[in-house]
């Protein structure tokens, strides 16, 4: 049995998708591979017809696109084995994504073209260059239906990796990052996701 099951589930009249935890011990790791799977069931897609795959529709590659700090080193690292660019995180940070100051708060989100389209993009193809090590807000967005404690645990991951970038930028340090998923979620969302 998974660690955490995913399974299609009817949301708003459509067939969609739905999470539940099933091991206190339930990693990052363990949810972006549930995640994964959602790609074998047979749902709704907003943008594609039918369970067309992805390749090829830019839809969820504009707009605000969020990093975390495993994202940032991921991109990195990937952009040194297609291109042989070797950099610092600090500088790959400067030179490819947007650090704003939002309130009392950072946003450092992985900057855009244009049109508003991540500049990872080929606009020939609306293919992804660095598709392997694209972000975790990429490898978890489906343009389907899922219910609400799905799209909360979404919301905690992709938070929490945001917060240990913004720290990094802040003091130049690498944090402890969190690995549990239990440790991320409020107990109203642990109590929901593990079907209690």
């Not at 073209?113 to 090590?133: K, N, Q, T, V, W």
């Not at 991951?157 to 802040?170: H, R």
């Amino acid at each position: 049995m998974a660690i955490i099951e995913v399974r299609p589930w009817r949301v708003n009249g459509k067939v969609g998708y739905d999470l539940v935890v099933t091991s206190p011990l339930a990693t990052i790791g363990d949810y972006v591979r549930a995640m994964g799977r959602i790609e074998n069931l047979d749902i709704y897609r907003s943008y594609r017809s039918g369970r067309g795959d992805c390749r090829g529709c830019p839809h969820c590659c504009g707009g605000r696109l969020p990093l975390t700090l495993r994202d940032a080193l991921g991109l990195r690292d990937g952009l040194q084995i297609l291109t042989g660019k070797q950099l610092k995180l600090r500088d790959f940070i400067t030179e490819y994504c947007t650090v704003q100051t939002m309130g009392p708060t950072l946003d450092i989100t992985l900057r855009t073209d244009g049109e508003g389209y991540c500049i990872f993009l080929s606009p020939a193809d609306h293919l992804c260059r660095l598709y392997p090590y694209r972000p975790l807000i990429c490898r978890t967005f489906y343009c389907c239906p899922a219910t609400r404690r799905a799209l909360k645990l979404r919301s905690a991951v992709v938070n929490a990796g945001e917060d240990e970038l913004v720290y990094f930028w802040q003091t130049g340090k690498l944090p402890v990052p969190r690995t549990y998923l239990k440790s991320l979620c409020s107990p109203a969302l642990w109590q929901a996701l593990r079907g209690r």
